[in-house]
């Protein structure tokens, strides 16, 4: 078993996060964007949308944040057809809940994408996080045992 050696100054912090995780869980009840913002929020966010069997949401919205920092054609069409088949396809495995026009229009270009490919789909998908799941969200027991944990300290 990996211990810590006696002379650490470990301070409870993550090695993945810059500061403790939980110094932010307060801010989330401002906004969803304070949420999607930090990683812990969206690991914490994440649970919970697998808890209401629509983690597909955020995986969706998370994928299309990493394609528009792509910056070669090849990645790009690469990335796009990944994104396509696993989210937006007919019975996708991670389908996600748009409006049939969005997906024709997505089908259609899918073969020559911009990195604006997603752009109407994110905003749906995020519109929907933000009204329906994020209310509930902040409810959760997930959110609330965080929100004391953090408290408590």
Do not use: H
């Not at 801010?27 to 649970?47: N, Y």
């Amino acid at each position: 078993m990996w211990k810590l050696p006696k002379s650490s100054s470990f301070t409870g912090r993550f090695c993945c996060f810059p500061k403790d995780p939980l110094d932010d869980v307060e801010t989330w009840s401002e906004s969803v964007d304070k949420v999607l913002g930090c990683k812990a929020g969206q690991i914490a966010f994440r649970e919970f949308l697998k808890s209401e069997y629509s983690e597909e949401n955020i995986l969706f919205w998370l994928a299309c944040e990493e394609y528009k920092k792509i910056k070669t054609v090849p990645e790009m069409i690469s990335s796009a057809n990944r994104i396509y088949s696993e989210f937006v396809q007919t019975e996708a495995p991670r389908q996600i809940n748009i409006d049939c026009t969005t997906r024709e229009n997505i089908t259609k270009n899918i073969s020559q994408p911009t990195l604006a490919a997603f752009d109407t789909a994110q905003k749906l998908v995020y519109s929907l996080m933000a009204r329906d799941c994020y209310p509930r969200f902040l409810k959760s027991d997930i959110y609330q045992g965080l929100l004391r944990k953090a408290e408590s300290r």
